[in-house]
């Protein structure tokens, strides 16, 4: 098959992939300093843990977050403070955290690019998005997908590393990454039609967020064309092919459920019902459909992920924000508690969090010995304060150093001055493209469309960074600062994901681009990260 390389000044090829400036080898991403001077230790063979990372529980400040900063080029790595280091990948994103974007032995990992109608590779958004499969090893596109998207919710298969899943309509079918589809070299093999779930009109995988059961066979349908305005859904089993009972009882039969269900390890269903009047977290037998039991009656996680704990059983991690009576040493509204779903029990794993804590989370680590929660601790605290809050730039006015102002219409951007003196007679064209902006005897340095001039005093530990919650309560490992700037978007935010190894995470991060001419909150520029763990 060919392969579409990513280019450093040439094709970056496995055996060159050193050769080119900024650019650290995809195996052994961390072996190479990080930023602040530190060495990196190497990967050691067999080890499941973190190499990289740090547990120290020092504030600490991104470099370089000011002005709007620069990514490195696609196919170069940022080096992260924390000695993890992110490959930039493709303008684009991945799906979600909560599903496995990587495949079962980690070669493979999808998400989505942004291109213009040509297929050439854009900023995104305003852009079509093109779905693609990557390999782990470099980072290279190994095959796209034409005419599949979000919404066809590729997940991979447990027993054939190359094989993934999607569903059209009512219909289930797979694909190959390793096979080529006939007459196209670009692209896998796909379209092949393995079952019609005739039960429902269309289908989804969980309502949207769902991965394929622990043990490779099952999928929880859901109904996505619900009639009298509720939705169904049933195990199914894909070895044999069929569909089981329909979950009945509990809320399932009283209300749409407004959030997402997940197959468990024990191939039980759990459903987060987030509307009043009837909210909780249900879990049913997968197998008779009946409604077991309501772990958290009364509330539902903010923000959470389902997962098998150490001794295989299934737990659903969440911050404690929405709890009302929280797992004992849970201390903060945002401290990190893990439920037993067999029996409801809360354990709590992290007692000290806070308000970054409110991001995305991720159990996809199935195979290492260390099981954790990945936690995209995106954060909306330090985005900037609206256009009218900011003093308006003054002809003719004495200023400091470090004086903030903005043009007198609106552009999206604030300015700091670099040195004092009088500002000119008439306001200069304020520029947007990270040049400074000459005007009378001062200079203005463009500080970014949503990073506030105090974004510093409400810094935190873990604000805007991926980081490791072990279930056992020991230390949390830091990975990596996401770099990303105004969350209130929502693919600006990392919401990274772990691959089942626990070896690769994969995040976005728009990395203060602002793609959009009109810049500010309708911007985007966002990229999807690579990061190796071990």
């Known amino acids: 098959m060919a392969r579409i390389m990513i280019m450093c000044s040439a094709l970056l090829a496995a055996a060159l992939i050193n050769g080119c400036t900024g650019v650290t080898s995809a195996r052994n991403p961390n072996t190479t300093p990080a930023s602040n001077g530190t060495p990196a230790s190497p990967p050691a063979p067999g080890v499941s843990s973190p190499t990289c990372g740090s547990t120290a ?14 990514p490195p080029p696609i196919g170069a790595y940022y080096k992260g403070q924390f000695r993890c280091n992110a490959l930039r990948i493709a303008n684009g ?9 990587f495949s079962q032995n980690d070669t493979y990992f999808v998400a989505f690019a942004c291109v213009d109608s040509s297929g050439a590779d854009v900023l995104c958004p305003g852009a079509f998005t093109e779905t693609r499969i990557y390999r782990t090893a470099d980072g290279g596109v190994e095959c796209k997908l034409p005419g599949l998207g979000s919404s066809n919710e590729v997940r991979w298969d447990r027993f054939t590393d190359s094989r993934f899943w999607y569903h059209e309509g009512n219909q289930l079918f797979t694909g190959d990454a390793s096979q080529q589809r006939p007459g196209d070299p670009t692209s896998c093999t796909s379209g092949t039609l393995y079952d019609t779930i005739t039960r429902y009109q269309a289908i989804s995988f969980g309502g ?6 622990d043990d490779g066979d099952h999928f929880f349908i859901a109904n996505s064309y619900p009639s009298a305005g509720v ?11 069929t569909l089981g009972t329909e979950l009945n009882g509990g809320k399932i039969g009283q209300h749409i459920w407004a959030k997402n269900g997940h197959v468990l390890s024990n191939n039980n269903i759990e459903v987060i019902f987030s509307s009043p009047p009837n909210v909780g977290t249900e879990i049913y037998n997968g197998f008779s459909g009946t409604f077991l039991r309501d772990v958290t009656p009364g509330w539902y996680p903010s923000h959470d992920a389902s997962g ?19 797992a004992t040493d849970c201390v903060t509204n945002f401290s990190i508690e893990k439920i037993n779903l067999n029996t409801g029990l809360k354990t ?10 409110g991001g995305h989370y991720s159990i996809n680590n199935q195979g290492a010995a260390r099981f ?13 304060l609206p256009w009218s809050s900011y003093a308006q730039w003054q002809s003719s006015h004495a200023y400091m150093a470090g004086d903030y102002v903005v043009p007198t219409t609106d552009n999206k951007e604030f300015y700091r001055a670099l040195s004092s003196g009088t500002s000119g007679s008439t306001q200069p064209v304020f520029l947007t493209d990270n040049s400074n902006t000459p005007d009378g005897q001062i200079s203005w340095q463009m500080v970014g469309p949503t990073l506030s001039p105090s974004w510093q005093t409400g810094w935190n530990v873990y604000t805007n960074e991926l980081i490791l919650v072990p279930f056992d309560a020991s230390a949390t490992t830091r990975v990596i600062q996401t770099m990303t700037r105004d969350t209130a978007l929502y693919n600006n935010g990392a919401r990274a994901t772990i691959s089942r190894s626990g070896k690769y995470v994969l995040m976005d ?14 911007g985007g520029g966002w990229s999807v990260y690579l990061v190796r763990l071990w």
Do not use: R, W
């Not at 949207?208 to 059961?213: A, H, K, V």
């Not at 709590?348 to 804590?357: A, D």
């Open 57 to 70: 529980m020092n504030i600490v400040l991104p470099v370089n977050y000011e002005p709007e900063q620069t």
């Open 93 to 101: 994103v991945h799906e979600y955290s909560v599903m496995a974007a």
């Open 208 to 213: 949207g967020s769902d991965d394929i059961s």
């Open 231 to 241: 939705y169904g859904g049933a195990l199914y089993t894909i070895s044999s092919k």
């Open 308 to 326: 098998k704990d150490a001794d295989g059983g299934p737990i659903l991690a969440t911050n404690t924000a929405n709890d009302p009576n929280p």
């Open 348 to 357: 709590c794993i992290m007692p000290n969090g806070n308000t970054t804590l």
């Open 372 to 384: 954790n929660v990945l936690i995209s601790a995106d954060s909306d605290g330090y985005s900037a």
């Open 509 to 522: 991060s728009n990395f203060g681009i602002d793609a959009a001419p009109s810049g500010g909150s309708t």
